[in-house]
């Protein structure tokens, strides 16, 4: 019997409500066995993040309570920049007996053509888009809230409430370890 990965990457800079909702909403609305959550290494246009260990911990402490929802430092492990087909292939390769689908938020639609050998990365791994607020798709999907993580990592700058937008142990985490100041 094959088993179903859905592979749900980005920067998780920090890890948000949103983030969390999609994997909520891909393991409920999808046949899928589990979600990877990858933490990108490094942005493919040089965007500065917080260090990869800490956006790792921090998707760890964000999805604890998702028993199908597994966190992988491979973007750590593959170095370089990254690309979504390295990944996608990297991953088929470690799980041969795994088909896989590939998440994306319907804001990415529009930036598809750029990515490198889109077709490719689509072949290996069909979409399941997720719909954000603002950036709707398709009308008979639920639409997860716009949570922008520029603005939390802003709110968190300025010591502003993230209540309601970021898990609180999340939130914690943050300021133990002196996170976007």
């Known amino acids: 019997m094959t088993r179903t990965l859905a592979i749900y990457g980005g920067s998780f800079d920090p890890p948000h ?70 990944l996608v292939e990297e991953l088929q390769r470690r799980n041969s007996d795994a088909t896989l689908r590939l998440v994306i938020g319907s804001d990415l639609l529009a930036e598809t053509p750029s990515w490198h050998k889109f077709d490719e990365i689509i072949a290996l791994a069909p979409l399941i888009v997720v719909q954000r607020a603002g950036h709707v798709t398709a009308a008979d999907a639920p639409v997860l809230p716009d949570v922008s993580s520029t603005e939390l990592r802003r709110r968190l700058h300025a010591g502003e409430s993230t209540e309601g937008l970021l898990d609180a142990v999340v939130v914690e985490y943050v300021q133990q370890h002196g996170l976007y100041k």
């Open 17 to 86: 409500i949103g983030h969390t909702l999609a994997c909520a909403y891909v393991l409920a609305a999808h046949r899928v066995d589990a979600v990877l959550l990858v933490p990108t290494a490094r942005h493919p246009f040089d965007k500065q993040l917080a260090a990869f260990g800490h956006r790792v911990h921090m998707c760890e402490l964000a999805v604890r309570d998702l028993r199908r929802v597994e966190v992988s430092p491979i973007e750590g492990e593959l170095g370089g920049q990254s690309l979504t087909l390295r």
